[in-house]
C-alpha cells in the first residue's frame, strides 16, 4: 500500500514549495520563527508609522519633516532586530531565508534613517544577492533589493544632505544605477525580472529611483525650473515598464478603491511624474547635470 | 489528471512529511521569506524653491532675525543671503536646509509636495481597524510560487499535530492500522469536508486530532469499535455545516472540554458496543447533529458548560449505539427524534426550576444535566412502548427533573453542606438511578420520591459521619427492593416515607455510644429490608404515624444493656432481628392489642435479666436470638404485658434457654 504511494508522496513533497503558510511549530521551526519575525517587523512598521509620520502624505512616501529614528523611542525596530539576530544564532547565517532577513535588516536601517549602520551591512546584502536567486533565473524583490541596496543607500543618505549640485549628482547616479539594473534583462548573466503583478520588488527600486530623480529636479530647479520636466519624464520612463497596460492607460482622477492598495503609490508617483513632464521629451539633461 | 484526496493519501504523506520534514521546513522558509511585507519609498521633495525670496526676505525681518539668533543661524544666514540660490557651496545649501523649516514653522505653512497630491489615496494610509489594512498601502509583494493550499494546509496540519503530541512516533501512530484507521475517519468525515483555508477550521482540526492521538496514542488497543469516532466526526461536520460559525464555537467548546481524550476513548470501548451502530451510524449521526444544532439554537448556555456538553453527546451516542428505533427515528409526522426533543425537553425544566430555585440553577449543571438526560434515555429504551404517545418523553422528563429538584431542596439534603457534595450526590442518584431504568420508565414519581427519602433518612442517621457511599448503596438498594417487590410499588410515596420515618427513630434513639455512623446505617438498611417484607403492614404502620415511635421504642429497650454487650454489630443484628419481627407482629400494633410503653418496658427487664445469665448458661452471642425470642413472646401474649415484667422474663426465660442450648446442641 505505501511503496505505490510513496512513489508520488515525494513529488507531493514538492507540492509543499507551494504551500499556503499555517502555523506548525514542531514541523516547521524555522518557518515559524521566520513568520514570527514578519510579524513583529509589521507591528513595529505601524508603530513607526504612528509615531513618526503625523499626517501621512498622499504618496505613501516618508514625510520630509519627518524626524525619523531620532524621534523614536524606544529604538525603531529593536523586537524585529533582536529576532533576526537570535534566528541566526539558531539557525546559521547561509540560508536563503537567512539571506532574506539580511535584506529586511538593511530596509530597517534605510527606512529609519541609521544609514551607517546600512553602510556596514553592505558586504552582507552583496553575499546575500548571489543567494538569493530563484531557481527559474528571475528575480524576484529581495534579490533586487540586496543587488540595488547600494544605490538605494545612496540616494537615501544623499537627500538627507544639504541640497547641492553633488547630492544631485549622486542621486542621479544612484536612480541611473538602478534604472539600468532593472533594465538589463538581455544582459550575459543578467536575471530575468519577474512579472510585475507578482513581485513588486522592481516597481518598488523603479518607483524610489523616480524619487531620486525628483529629488534631483527640484535641487538643480533652486536655480532653474527649465529641467524639471526632463527628471520628472526620467523617472516617469522607469517605473512605467513594470506597471501593466491598463495601469498606464490609466489618468489621473483615477478611482484608486478599483485598484490594489499596494500599487497605488506607484500609480500615484507615475502620474505626478507624468503630470510634471508634460510633453517634454527626455533630452540630455543628464549630461547637462554632469557638467 | 489532478491528484484525488484521500484520507489514505494525506496519512502516507505525512508519514513522509514526518521523515523529511527538515527539507519540509526549508521549503516552508523559504517560502514565508517571499511573504509580502512593508516598506517606506524615499522621502518626497517639496516645492521650496518658489518660496526662496520670501524666506530671504522674512530672515531680514526683526521676528526673523530673532529666530536666527536663536537657533545660533546669524552668521550663516550672512552667508546664506550672498546666494541663497547657490547649489555648489555647501555650507550654503546647509545653511538653507536649517532655515526653511523654520520659516514654514513660522509662517505656518507647508509646501506643496513634488509628487503625487491625489487626496483619494489619503484615505487608506496609516488607517483602518488593523495592522494588515493600515500596511496594506505599504506592502511590497515578492514573487509567489504556484500553490495547492488547501491539501498542503491539511498535510502541514497533520503533521505537525503529529509530531507535536507523538513526536518521532508518529509515523508509527499512522501505520498501526487501528489508529491509522481513527486519523483516516477524522480526515474523511471532518477535514476533508470543512474549508481547509480557513484557519479557524484548522485550529479545530488540529485540537480534534491532537486529542485523538492523546486518547489513543499510548495504547492503540484502546481502540475497539471506530465507528463511534466517526459518528462523532461525522456529527460536527453536520453542525458546522448547518450553522456555521456558531457551530464552530459548539465543536470548540467540545473538543476543548476538560476530558475530551477520555470521552473519545469511552466512545470507542463502551458506548459503541452494539455491532448494529455500525450501519445506522449515518442516522446516529444526523440525529445527533440535530440535537446539537437544537442546543446552538435554544440552549446556547450550554456551550459555556463543556463538561456538560461533553456528557450529553456521549449520552446521546450512546443512546444512538444501544437503543431502539424509538430513540432516533422521528416522531409522528416526521417530528423530532425523541433523541433531541428529550434534551431540549429536559433543558426546559432544568431552566424553569432553576429560575425557582437558585440551588438547582447552581447543582443542575456540568455532570448534572448530562446524568439526567441519561437516566431518561435508559428509561425510554427500556419501555419504549410507553413513550410512543406526543408528549409522554416531555411529561415524563418534566417530573424527573423536579423529582430531583424536589430532592436536593429538603432541608435534610441542605445540611449536607455545600452546593458541590449536594452536586456530586445529585449524579450518583442518577447514576443508581439508571440503574433501574425499568422501574424508572414505569414508576418515575415513585422512584424519585424513594430516592429522596432514602437520602434523606440516610443523612439523618449518619449525621456527622455520613459516608457518601454507604448512602448511595442503601439508596440502591431500596430501588433494587421496589423494583423486586410489586407490593413496595403499591405504597407510593408511603414507601417513602415510612423509611424517612424509620430514619427518624433511628435519629431519636440516640445511638451514638451503641453504633458507629456505619451501624446506623446498618440499621436503616435492616429497617429497608423489614419493610420490603411485609410492605402493607408498614404502610399501615406508616399511615398511623407509628414507625417513628416503634423503631425509636424498641431500639431505647436495648441501649438498657449495662455491661456494653449490646453494641456494634451485636447492637445491628438484635436490632434487625427486632424490626423483622415487628414486620411479621405489626398488625397487632395496628390493631392496638399492643402497648408500646409496655413492651418497651418488658424488653428492658428482658436485657437486664440476660445480663445475669451471662457467663452461666449464655454469651453474648446469644443475645440477639434469646431477645427476639422474648420479644416474640411478648407480643403474642399482650395480655402479660399487664403483669409484671421480671415475673414474665423469668417465667419463659428457662424455655428459651433451653431452645437455644438444643440449637447449640445440633450446631
Same mark, same amino acid.
Given at each position: 500500500?505505501?511503496?505505490?504511494?510513496?512513489?508520488?508522496?515525494?513529488?507531493?513533497?514538492?507540492?509543499?514549495?507551494?504551500?499556503?503558510?499555517?502555523?506548525?511549530?514542531?514541523?516547521?521551526?524555522?518557518?515559524?520563527?521566520?513568520?514570527?519575525?514578519?510579524?513583529?517587523?509589521?507591528?513595529?512598521?505601524?508603530?513607526?508609522?504612528?509615531?513618526?509620520?503625523?499626517?501621512?502624505?498622499?504618496?505613501?512616501?516618508?514625510?520630509?519633516?519627518?524626524?525619523?529614528?531620532?524621534?523614536?523611542?524606544?529604538?525603531?525596530?529593536?523586537?524585529?532586530?533582536?529576532?533576526?539576530?537570535?534566528?541566526?544564532?539558531?539557525?546559521?547565517?547561509?540560508?536563503?531565508?537567512?539571506?532574506?532577513?539580511?535584506?529586511?535588516?538593511?530596509?530597517?536601517?534605510?527606512?529609519?534613517?541609521?544609514?551607517?549602520?546600512?553602510?556596514?551591512?553592505?558586504?552582507?546584502?552583496?553575499?546575500?544577492?548571489?543567494?538569493?536567486?530563484?531557481?527559474?533565473?528571475?528575480?524576484?524583490?529581495?534579490?533586487?533589493?540586496?543587488?540595488?541596496?547600494?544605490?538605494?543607500?545612496?540616494?537615501?543618505?544623499?537627500?538627507?544632505?544639504?541640497?547641492?549640485?553633488?547630492?544631485?549628482?549622486?542621486?542621479?547616479?544612484?536612480?541611473?544605477?538602478?534604472?539600468?539594473?532593472?533594465?538589463?534583462?538581455?544582459?550575459?548573466?543578467?536575471?530575468?525580472?519577474?512579472?510585475?503583478?507578482?513581485?513588486?520588488?522592481?516597481?518598488?527600486?523603479?518607483?524610489?529611483?523616480?524619487?531620486?530623480?525628483?529629488?534631483?529636479?527640484?535641487?538643480?530647479?533652486?536655480?532653474?525650473?527649465?529641467?524639471?520636466?526632463?527628471?520628472?519624464?526620467?523617472?516617469?520612463?522607469?517605473?512605467?515598464?513594470?506597471?501593466?497596460?491598463?495601469?498606464?492607460?490609466?489618468?489621473?482622477?483615477?478611482?484608486?478603491?478599483?485598484?490594489?492598495?499596494?500599487?497605488?503609490?506607484?500609480?500615484?508617483?507615475?502620474?505626478?511624474?507624468?503630470?510634471?513632464?508634460?510633453?517634454?521629451?527626455?533630452?540630455?539633461?543628464?549630461?547637462?547635470?554632469?557638467? | 489528471?489532478? +491528484?484525488?484526496?484521500?484520507?489514505?493519501?494525506?496519512?502516507?504523506?505525512?508519514?513522509?512529511?514526518?521523515?523529511?520534514?527538515?527539507?519540509?521546513?526549508?521549503?516552508?522558509?523559504? /517560502?514565508?521569506?517571499?511573504?509580502?511585507?512593508?516598506?517606506?519609498?524615499?522621502?518626497?521633495?517639496?516645492?521650496?524653491?518658489?518660496?526662496?525670496?520670501?524666506?530671504?526676505?522674512?530672515?531680514?525681518?526683526?521676528?526673523?532675525?530673532?529666530?536666527?539668533?536663536?537657533?545660533?543661524?546669524?552668521?550663516?544666514?550672512?552667508? *546664506?543671503?550672498?546666494?541663497?540660490?547657490?547649489?555648489?557651496?555647501?555650507?550654503?545649501?546647509?545653511?538653507?536646509?536649517?532655515?526653511?523649516?523654520?520659516?514654514?514653522?513660522?509662517?505656518?505653512?507647508?509646501?506643496?509636495?513634488?509628487?503625487?497630491?491625489?487626496?483619494?489615496?489619503? $484615505?487608506?494610509?496609516?488607517?483602518?481597524?488593523?495592522?494588515?489594512?493600515?500596511?496594506?498601502?505599504?506592502?511590497?509583494?515578492?514573487?509567489?510560487?504556484?500553490?495547492?493550499?488547501?491539501?498542503?494546509? &491539511?498535510?502541514?496540519?497533520?503533521?505537525?499535530?503529529? %509530531?507535536? +503530541?507523538?513526536?518521532?512516533?508518529?509515523?508509527?501512530?499512522?501505520?498501526?492500522?487501528?489508529?491509522?484507521?481513527?486519523?483516516?475517519?477524522?480526515?474523511?468525515?471532518?477535514?476533508?469536508? #470543512?474549508?481547509?483555508?480557513?484557519?479557524?477550521?484548522?485550529?479545530?482540526?488540529?485540537?480534534?486530532? $491532537?486529542?485523538?492521538?492523546?486518547? *489513543?496514542?499510548?495504547?492503540?488497543?484502546?481502540?475497539?469499535?471506530?465507528?463511534?469516532?466517526?459518528?462523532?466526526?461525522?456529527?460536527?461536520?453536520?453542525?458546522? @455545516?448547518?450553522?456555521?460559525?456558531?457551530?464552530?464555537?459548539?465543536?470548540?467548546?467540545?473538543?476543548?472540554?476538560?476530558?475530551?481524550?477520555?470521552?473519545?476513548?469511552?466512545?470507542?470501548?463502551?458506548?459503541?458496543?452494539?455491532?448494529?451502530?455500525?450501519?445506522?451510524?449515518?442516522?446516529?449521526?444526523?440525529?445527533?447533529?440535530?440535537?446539537?444544532?437544537?442546543?446552538?439554537?435554544?440552549?446556547?448556555?450550554?456551550?459555556?458548560?463543556?463538561?456538560? &456538553? %461533553?456528557?450529553?453527546?456521549?449520552?446521546?451516542? $450512546?443512546?444512538?449505539?444501544?437503543?431502539?428505533?424509538?430513540?432516533?427515528?422521528?416522531?409522528?409526522?416526521?417530528?423530532?427524534?425523541?433523541?433531541?426533543?428529550?434534551?431540549?425537553?429536559?433543558?426546559?425544566e432544568i431552566g424553569t426550576c432553576a429560575q425557582k430555585d437558585t440551588l438547582v440553577a447552581s +447543582?443542575a449543571?456540568?455532570?448534572?444535566?448530562?446524568?439526567?438526560?441519561?437516566?431518561?434515555?435508559?428509561?425510554?429504551?427500556?419501555?419504549?412502548?410507553?413513550?410512543?404517545?406526543?408528549?409522554?418523553?416531555?411529561?415524563?422528563?418534566?417530573?424527573?427533573v423536579a #423529582?430531583?429538584a424536589k430532592?436536593l431542596a429538603?432541608?435534610?439534603? @441542605?445540611? &449536607?453542606?455545600?452546593?458541590?457534595?449536594?452536586?456530586?450526590?445529585?449524579?450518583?442518584?442518577?447514576?443508581?438511578?439508571?440503574?433501574?431504568?425499568?422501574?424508572?420508565?414505569?414508576?418515575?414519581?415513585?422512584?424519585?420520591? %424513594?430516592?429522596?427519602?432514602?437520602?434523606?433518612?440516610?443523612?439523618?442517621?449518619?449525621?456527622?459521619?455520613?459516608?457518601?457511599?454507604?448512602?448511595?448503596? =442503601?439508596?440502591?438498594?431500596?430501588?433494587?427492593?421496589?423494583?423486586?417487590?410489586?407490593? =413496595?410499588?403499591?405504597?407510593?410515596?408511603?414507601?417513602?416515607?415510612?423509611?424517612?420515618?424509620?430514619?427518624?427513630?433511628?435519629?431519636?434513639?440516640?445511638?451514638?455510644?451503641?453504633?458507629?455512623?456505619?451501624?446506623?446505617?446498618? %440499621?436503616?438498611?435492616?429497617?429497608?429490608?423489614?419493610?420490603?417484607?411485609?410492605?402493607?403492614?408498614?404502610?399501615?404502620?406508616?399511615?398511623? /404515624?407509628?414507625?417513628?415511635?416503634?423503631?425509636?421504642?424498641? =431500639?431505647?429497650?436495648?441501649?438498657?444493656?449495662?455491661? $456494653?454487650?449490646?453494641?456494634?454489630?451485636?447492637?445491628?443484628?438484635?436490632?434487625? /432481628?427486632?424490626?423483622?419481627?415487628?414486620?411479621?407482629?405489626?398488625?397487632?400494633?395496628?390493631?392496638?392489642?399492643?402497648?408500646?410503653?409496655?413492651?418497651?418496658?418488658?424488653?428492658?427487664?428482658?436485657?437486664?435479666?440476660?445480663?445475669?445469665?451471662?457467663?452461666?448458661?449464655?454469651?453474648?452471642?446469644?443475645?440477639?436470638?434469646?431477645?427476639?425470642?422474648?420479644?416474640?413472646?411478648?407480643?403474642?401474649?399482650?395480655?402479660?404485658?399487664?403483669?409484671?415484667?421480671?415475673?414474665?422474663?423469668?417465667?419463659?426465660?428457662?424455655?428459651?434457654?433451653?431452645?437455644?442450648?438444643?440449637?447449640?446442641?445440633?450446631?
Amino acid at each position: 500500500m505505501l511503496k505505490p504511494i510513496r512513489r508520488y508522496a515525494l513529488p507531493l513533497l514538492f507540492l509543499s514549495l507551494l504551500l499556503q503558510s499555517i502555523s506548525c511549530a514542531r514541523l516547521t521551526p524555522r518557518t515559524t520563527a521566520l513568520r514570527q519575525i514578519h510579524q513583529t517587523y509589521r507591528g513595529e512598521f505601524d508603530q513607526y508609522l504612528q509615531l513618526t509620520v503625523p499626517a501621512p502624505p498622499a504618496d505613501g512616501t516618508m514625510s520630509l519633516r519627518s524626524k525619523g529614528a531620532e524621534n523614536f523611542a524606544p529604538a525603531p525596530f529593536a523586537a524585529t532586530l533582536r529576532e533576526i539576530r537570535a534566528y541566526r544564532i539558531k539557525y546559521g547565517e547561509d540560508s536563503r531565508e537567512s539571506a532574506h532577513l539580511t535584506v529586511l535588516e538593511g530596509m530597517i536601517y534605510l527606512q529609519t534613517g541609521q544609514l551607517g549602520m546600512a553602510r556596514l551591512l553592505l558586504p552582507d546584502l552583496r553575499q546575500a544577492a548571489d543567494n538569493l536567486g530563484q531557481g527559474n533565473g528571475a528575480a524576484v524583490r529581495d534579490r533586487l533589493l540586496a543587488q540595488n541596496f547600494e544605490s538605494l543607500l545612496a540616494g537615501w543618505t544623499a537627500i538627507r544632505e544639504p541640497e547641492t549640485r553633488d547630492s544631485a549628482r549622486r542621486l542621479a547616479e544612484a536612480a541611473g544605477s538602478i534604472g539600468t539594473r532593472l533594465a538589463a534583462p538581455d544582459r550575459p548573466g543578467a536575471a530575468q525580472v519577474s512579472e510585475p503583478e507578482v513581485d513588486e520588488g522592481a516597481i518598488y527600486l523603479a518607483t524610489s529611483a523616480a524619487i531620486f530623480y525628483a529629488w534631483v529636479g527640484k535641487i538643480l530647479s533652486l536655480q532653474t525650473r527649465e529641467d524639471r520636466p526632463c527628471w520628472c519624464a526620467k523617472g516617469m520612463a522607469l517605473i512605467a515598464p513594470h506597471l501593466s497596460q491598463a495601469e498606464r492607460r490609466i489618468a489621473r482622477g483615477i478611482d484608486y478603491q478599483s485598484i490594489s492598495a499596494g500599487r497605488i503609490r506607484y500609480l500615484g508617483w507615475y502620474n505626478s511624474l507624468a503630470l510634471c513632464a508634460g510633453e517634454r521629451p527626455i533630452d540630455n539633461c543628464h549630461e547637462r547635470l554632469k557638467q | 489528471m489532478p +491528484i484525488e484526496i484521500t484520507p489514505q493519501l494525506v496519512s502516507s504523506i505525512v508519514c513522509e512529511l514526518i521523515r523529511y520534514r527538515d527539507r519540509v521546513d526549508t521549503i516552508l522558509a523559504v /517560502r514565508e521569506a517571499s511573504e509580502g511585507l512593508p516598506f517606506l519609498l524615499p522621502p518626497a521633495p517639496t516645492d521650496e524653491s518658489a518660496h526662496l525670496d520670501d524666506m530671504v526676505r522674512f530672515f531680514a525681518t526683526p521676528v526673523g532675525q530673532a529666530i536666527l539668533i536663536l537657533h545660533d543661524l546669524a552668521d550663516g544666514y550672512e552667508s *546664506f543671503r550672498t546666494d541663497p540660490r547657490s547649489i555648489d557651496n555647501r555650507a550654503i545649501a546647509a545653511t538653507r536646509q536649517r532655515l526653511f523649516p523654520l520659516y514654514f514653522e513660522a509662517a505656518q505653512f507647508r509646501p506643496a509636495p513634488l509628487g503625487p497630491t491625489d487626496p483619494a489615496a489619503n $484615505g487608506r494610509v496609516g488607517s483602518g481597524p488593523e495592522v494588515g489594512l493600515r500596511l496594506a498601502w505599504y506592502v511590497v509583494e515578492s514573487q509567489r510560487l504556484s500553490r495547492h493550499p488547501a491539501f498542503v494546509n &491539511l498535510l502541514l496540519a497533520t503533521t505537525d499535530t503529529l %509530531l507535536e +503530541i507523538v513526536g518521532q512516533n508518529g509515523a508509527l501512530f499512522l501505520r498501526h492500522p487501528r489508529t491509522r484507521g481513527i486519523v483516516e475517519s477524522l480526515l474523511n468525515e471532518f477535514a476533508l469536508k #470543512g474549508d481547509l483555508e480557513d484557519q479557524s477550521f484548522l485550529l479545530l482540526f488540529r485540537r480534534l486530532l $491532537g486529542s485523538t492521538v492523546l486518547a *489513543f496514542g499510548d495504547h492503540p488497543g484502546k481502540v475497539r469499535n471506530q465507528t463511534a469516532l466517526k459518528v462523532l466526526y461525522g456529527t460536527l461536520t453536520r453542525v458546522r @455545516k448547518t450553522l456555521g460559525r456558531p457551530g464552530d464555537d459548539l465543536a470548540a467548546a467540545m473538543i476543548s472540554a476538560d476530558g475530551f481524550e477520555q470521552f473519545l476513548v469511552a466512545l470507542t470501548a463502551e458506548v459503541a458496543r452494539d455491532p448494529a451502530f455500525l450501519i445506522k451510524d449515518q442516522v446516529a449521526s444526523e440525529v445527533v447533529g440535530a440535537m446539537l444544532t437544537r442546543i446552538c439554537r435554544d440552549f446556547p448556555l450550554l456551550l459555556n458548560d463543556s463538561k456538560a &456538553l %461533553l456528557g450529553v453527546v456521549e449520552a446521546a451516542l $450512546g443512546a444512538a449505539a444501544t437503543s431502539t428505533a424509538a430513540i432516533l427515528d422521528p416522531g409522528p409526522g416526521g417530528s423530532e427524534p425523541l433523541l433531541s426533543s428529550l434534551l431540549a425537553a429536559i433543558l426546559r425544566e432544568i431552566g424553569t426550576c432553576a429560575q425557582k430555585d437558585t440551588l438547582v440553577a447552581s +447543582i443542575a449543571n456540568g455532570q448534572v444535566v448530562p446524568g439526567i438526560y441519561r437516566a431518561a434515555l435508559m428509561a425510554i429504551a427500556s419501555n419504549p412502548l410507553r413513550f410512543t404517545k406526543p408528549g409522554e418523553a416531555n411529561r415524563f422528563a418534566a417530573e424527573l427533573v423536579a #423529582g430531583l429538584a424536589k430532592m436536593l431542596a429538603s432541608q435534610e439534603m @441542605k445540611v &449536607l453542606g455545600s452546593t458541590s457534595t449536594l452536586q456530586l450526590l445529585a449524579i450518583e442518584s442518577l447514576r443508581i438511578l439508571s440503574r433501574h431504568p425499568r422501574l424508572l420508565a414505569g414508576h418515575n414519581v415513585f422512584a424519585t420520591s %424513594l430516592l429522596t427519602s432514602v437520602l434523606q433518612a440516610g443523612t439523618l442517621v449518619m449525621a456527622d459521619g455520613l459516608e457518601r457511599e454507604d448512602l448511595l448503596e =442503601l439508596a440502591d438498594q431500596a430501588l433494587f427492593a421496589a423494583t423486586a417487590n410489586a407490593a =413496595l410499588l403499591r405504597l407510593e410515596t408511603r414507601l417513602g416515607e415510612a423509611i424517612l420515618a424509620a430514619g427518624r427513630g433511628i435519629t431519636s434513639a440516640n445511638l451514638n455510644e451503641q453504633v458507629d455512623a456505619k451501624g446506623r446505617m446498618a %440499621l436503616l438498611n435492616a429497617a429497608l429490608r423489614a419493610i420490603s417484607a411485609n410492605p402493607p403492614v408498614w404502610s399501615r404502620l406508616q399511615e398511623l /404515624r407509628m414507625v417513628e415511635p416503634l423503631v425509636r421504642g424498641l =431500639l431505647l429497650s436495648l441501649k438498657a444493656d449495662g455491661v $456494653g454487650l449490646l453494641t456494634g454489630t451485636r447492637f445491628v443484628e438484635t436490632a434487625s /432481628r427486632l424490626l423483622q419481627l415487628l414486620s411479621r407482629r405489626g398488625q397487632l400494633f395496628i390493631e392496638k392489642k399492643i402497648d408500646l410503653p409496655a413492651l418497651q418496658a418488658f424488653l428492658v427487664m428482658a436485657v437486664k435479666r440476660l445480663e445475669r445469665e451471662l457467663g452461666r448458661t449464655i454469651d453474648g452471642e446469644a443475645l440477639p436470638y434469646l431477645i427476639e425470642r422474648i420479644a416474640a413472646a411478648i407480643i403474642d401474649a399482650p395480655a402479660r404485658l399487664k403483669q409484671r415484667p421480671d415475673a414474665f422474663i423469668d417465667e419463659i426465660l428457662p424455655s428459651i434457654l433451653a431452645d437455644l442450648g438444643r440449637l447449640w446442641g445440633k450446631g
